[in-house]
């Protein structure tokens, strides 16, 4: 069974500056897909970057950036420029490469890291 | 706007009440979930529906039941509502061999 692992309960950062969030799972498939979501207090889902496994480059979305480790299995996020509207719950999320439909295709979720940006 | 419905977005029950959540999507997706999120838990997978008339259970199905009654439509019943279920409750679709998930917006379910 997939398992993710999210370490930081709670993370703060000062508006402009940069934060990590770190995210670790257990797997023994080889195709597969991570995922950062981010839900704001209005409890609103919303994907901020995946990234497939198979690709050594990590995935950019404006200001936030992945570091993916497939050995270590390490999936971290980078928030850079953090700003007010970054204040949310972030999870990191696991979801086998469905190449065949069904339960290959649902998410697994870590617990959650809730970041709080200050002005 | 296209996506996933979920009625009601609140709800207070009591004790050993039932209650059925409504889930509706009108991308032609086939795969449909419901989840549940609990404070320091991240969201956990109670049930599943691959295809119109199948589904499966995921980690936490204890004290639920489920229905795929077409396609567009997935609703999570609650026979007999437990203080362990005051929750909030995720509807999401997905289409096969999509990474893509659209998620509802919710329904913050309080058992007293």
């Known amino acids: 069974a997939q398992t993710v692992t999210q370490s930081q309960p709670e993370m703060s950062v000062q508006e402009a500056e940069t934060v990590t969030l770190s995210c670790t799972y257990d797997?023994?498939?080889?195709?597969?897909?991570l995922f950062w979501y981010k839900q704001p207090p209005s409890r609103q889902m919303i994907l901020v970057i995946r990234q497939e496994a198979y690709k050594q480059q990590n995935a950019t979305e404006n200001r936030f950036s992945v570091n993916f480790q497939k050995a270590a299995k390490s999936f971290s996020l980078k928030i850079s420029d953090s700003q007010l509207g970054d204040t949310a719950m972030y999870f990191c999320?696991?979801?086998?490469?469905?190449?065949?439909?069904?339960?290959?295709?649902?998410?697994?979720f870590g617990k959650g890291t809730k970041l709080s940006v200050k002005p | 706007n296209a996506g996933v419905t979920q009625t009601p977005k609140f709800q207070v029950l009591k004790t050993g009440q039932s209650m059925t959540l409504q889930c509706a999507q009108d991308?032609?997706?086939?795969?449909m979930y419901w989840y549940r999120q609990d404070p320091g838990m991240g969201l956990r997978l109670i049930y599943y529906?691959?295809?119109?008339?199948?589904?499966d259970k995921g980690e936490v199905p204890n004290g639920y039941n489920v229905s795929r009654l077409n396609k567009r439509e997935f609703s999570l019943r609650l026979e007999s509502a437990a203080p362990s279920q005051t929750s909030v409750y995720f509807c999401a679709s997905r289409q096969d061999f999509n990474y893509g998930y659209t998620f509802g917006s919710g329904t913050r379910l309080t058992v007293v």
């Open positions: 991308m032609n997706h086939n795969s």
């Open positions: 797997t023994s498939e080889n195709n597969y897909y």
């Open positions: 999320a696991f979801m086998k490469h469905d190449a065949y439909g069904g339960s290959q295709g649902n998410l697994i």
């Open positions: 529906s691959a295809s119109e008339g199948t589904t």
